[in-house]
């Protein structure tokens, strides 16, 4: 049951990441982060009284924290989808974002296996297979990605990693209130950040707005899936399994966006989804 909800998590965080790229292209990612974090909140708010059997400040304060992690997370990675190719950004922030949660979970108990330290390897040097030599070489047709765009990808993951973390630490008869605890943070910062910078949280018509609504829809649904999945099993097992959602956001790239990639580009998007595997295999 929890690798099926961290398998449903990775489609749903795969799609709402690619709509969320594609109208963070056309708008401001503070506006995209803002908007599509309110429409999540409501969705969960609608749901929670029906859910949770309780709920402890405990609970909230966690949820919050790991909203604080998770803005840091979502609004790198839109800001990567943003100026980036999608089907280089996602595997990058799903490396940081898988391979972080095992090591806790191996410095708290859980054992890391042969095959898990090669996933973390491969990983790695999916890393730079990606990036394409972190921007300094081009082949003909291939997609030039700064340097900086690894490292802001890469902290995309770090946010993530701690979202789940400090979930982890919730109790599962609180589901889902950590995760409206979680959106009233992000959602709240996200909307002051704008207010700072004189932008309106609204998109304007052609801005992507439909685009933000699926984002926060299906990114929502998404973190409902692993919350429940990282509390019926491992954590060093579901977010691992969860960050397979590159592969949903890498197809809708390639069919939707035509995003084109080197030979070495598409051999670290497969070694990327390998490791990611490995991990989840040992």
Known sequence: MAAALALLSAVLFGAGDFFGGTAARRTHVLVVVAASHVVGLVMILAVAPGMADAVTGRDLVYGAMAGLFGLVGIGCLYHCLGRGPMAVVAPTTAISNAVLPVLWGVTHGEHLSTVNTVGVLLGLGAIGLISGGAGIWRLAGAIRVPPTLV??????????????????????????????SARVVSAGLALLLLLRVGRSPMPRRGEGGAAIVFAGIFDMAANLAILVAIHRGLLSLTVVLSSLYPATTVILARTVLDERMSRGQVAGVVGALVAVACIVGG
């Open 151 to 180: 490292l802001e990808a890469l902290l995309a993951g770090v946010g993530f990693a701690g979202f789940y973390i400090f979930m982890d630490a919730t109790t599962e008869a609180s589901t889902p209130w950590p995760l409206v």
